[in-house]
């Protein structure tokens, strides 16, 4: 239910892409340290914890509770599979530039809800994934400097995002949410601690180093947290538009930490793709 407080869903939906861009900034800063599936796996664990202790119980019955549970399991294997490919691409890019690209996923979905899901694209849905796709290559256009291996893992991730998405609306109308929140914790906990014996640094982390790999749960836990209760309080055609300006917050965690500042051609990228995302949450007030 909404109660109607846009003033406090515009400020929890910016301290949870504040939170999101601080889990990304993190995430790459250990990449430099540690092998990714290793990063990627200290923060799904952490996220498990984190929900075994404050919310199962009182509502463990809603977190392992599921009607449809080999969707719910693929669902889970999107997402991980998504953030190991994003750990690898932030391994090899600035954190501003992989988050634009990461942001062509909802331009996708409109994309493949047309052809999957037989809902009417319309006027705006075009115009968003095309102007999308044009921010995205002002991004990574040749001469950008970025490496090639980290924009293709970075589309990959925006693909698998999209599935993870496409997945989440088909489940909406018979899983909780809160069910799926743990599920897509849980599985992503599960298959990159299997790896861990093959990816266990050799060298005990700095205190400084674990601290961090400690704080990635809580980041992404309080992020969705933040993100689902502001949607009490405004409907996500006012909320949709907002979810941009992670990448503000991105480019100045990439600059602060980075010293790094996306060029003037990849701020117009990046300004671009904010726009197709604009016209996302527009199309979904006017579908023409």
Known sequence: MISGNPVRAALLCNLALLLFACMDTTTKYLTAHFEVPLVVAARYIGNVVLMLLFIAPTHGREMVWTQRTALVWVRGGCLAASSLLIGFSLQRMPVAETTAIMFLSPVLVVLAAGRMLHEQIGLWGWGAVLLGFGGVM????????????GVLMALAAA???????????????????????????????????????????????????????????????MGHYLFTAAFRYAPASILAPMTYLQLLWAAALGWMVFHHAPDAVSVLGMLIVGASGVMVALRSRYPS
Not at 176 to 198: C, D, E, V
């Open 159 to 221: 693909a698998l995002s999209t599935s993870y998405q496409l997945l989440s609306r088909t489940l909406a109308a018979s899983e909780r949410t809160l069910g799926l929140l743990f599920y897509s914790a849980a599985i992503g906990a599960m298959l990159f601690s299997a790896a861990l014996p093959w990816f266990w640094a050799v060298r005990v982390p700095t205190l400084l180093e674990a601290s961090l790999l400690t704080a990635l749960g809580a980041l992404g836990g």
């Open 138 to 149: 002002l991004v990574v256009r040749p001469g950008s400097g970025l490496d090639l291996a």
